[in-house]
T-cell receptor, first 118, second 116 residues
Framework: NAGVTQTPKFQVLKTGQSMTLQCAQD?????MSWYRQDPGMGLRLIHY???????DQGEVPNGYNVSRSTTEDFPLRLLSAAPSQTSVYFC?????????????????FGPGTRLTVL | AQKVTQAQTEISVVEKEDVTLDCVYE???????LFWYKQPPSGELVFLIR??????QNEISGRYSWNFQKSTSSFNFTITASQVVDSAVYFC?????????????FGAGTRLFVKA
């Protein structure tokens, strides 16, 4: 298993540009999520999905869109990048599912994408 | 609301010293999970332990041990005989249930420096 993969590893954007951060997992996990990591603030949840076709907002969703058309993929879209979105982005997945999503499970993280918006 | 506090921003120790990383959490749920993750300088997040709210047994894994106390809402992490390779940022996290799934909140992290 490759686990959770993210592409690209590094990206530099100009203000106003759009892009998609890719995340894929091959563990058949139902739950996937996106976090951003900023210095001194830990990880903050952006969006999450409890299964294909189902997404919802986390703590800091503004400026980001997600979709979940397959179990494996959970892309994160920045529609109009802003310098405040400069961060390291982590994708994670776990087994917990919907509607039984009471089964907490460990989240496994991808290697991260370091994004700089100029 | 859920909250995770890691009051120690940075800790510096000399190799072979024991070190305890503190984690205090807030939650209104009776069912929740607590986690510790390690982030070495290479940047990846490595899962260390998961503990559910109904299991207050302490756990030891090699040089690592965890002390979970619901009475004080704490889930502290101790490294015994620290090594240089333990230098990393350590995150404590809390997962709570909600309709349709769960959410995880991370603490701000504690950066541990272990000097040779």
């Amino acid at each position: 298993n490759a686990g959770v993969t993210q592409t690209p590893k590094f990206q530099v954007l100009k203000t106003g540009q759009s892009m998609t951060l890719q995340c894929a997992q091959d563990m058949n996990h139902e739950y996937m999520s996106w976090y951003r990591q900023d210095p001194g603030m830990g990880l903050r949840l952006i969006h999450y999905s409890v299964g294909a076709g189902i997404t919802d907002q986390g703590e800091v969703p503004n400026g980001y869109n997600v979709s979940r058309s397959t179990t494996e993929d959970f892309p994160l879209r920045l529609l109009s990048a802003a310098p405040s979105q400069t961060s390291v982005y982590f994708c994670a997945s776990s087994k917990a599912g919907f509607p039984s999503g009471r089964a907490f499970d460990t989240q496994y993280f991808g290697p991260g994408t370091r994004l700089t918006v100029l | 609301a859920q909250k995770v506090t890691q009051a120690q921003t940075e800790i510096s120790v000399v190799e072979k010293e024991d070190v305890t990383l503190d984690c205090v959490y807030e939650t209104r749920d009776t069912t929740y999970y607590l986690f510790w993750y390690k982030q070495p300088p290479s940047g990846e997040l490595v899962f260390l332990i998961r503990r559910n709210s109904f299991d207050e047994q302490n756990e030891i894994s090699g040089r690592y041990s965890w002390n979970f106390q619901k009475s004080t809402s704490s889930f502290n992490f101790t490294i015994t005989a620290s090594q240089v390779v333990d230098s990393a940022v350590y995150f404590c996290a809390l997962s709570e249930d909600f309709t349709g799934g769960f959410k995880t909140i991370f603490g701000a992290g504690t950066r541990l420096f272990v000097k040779a």
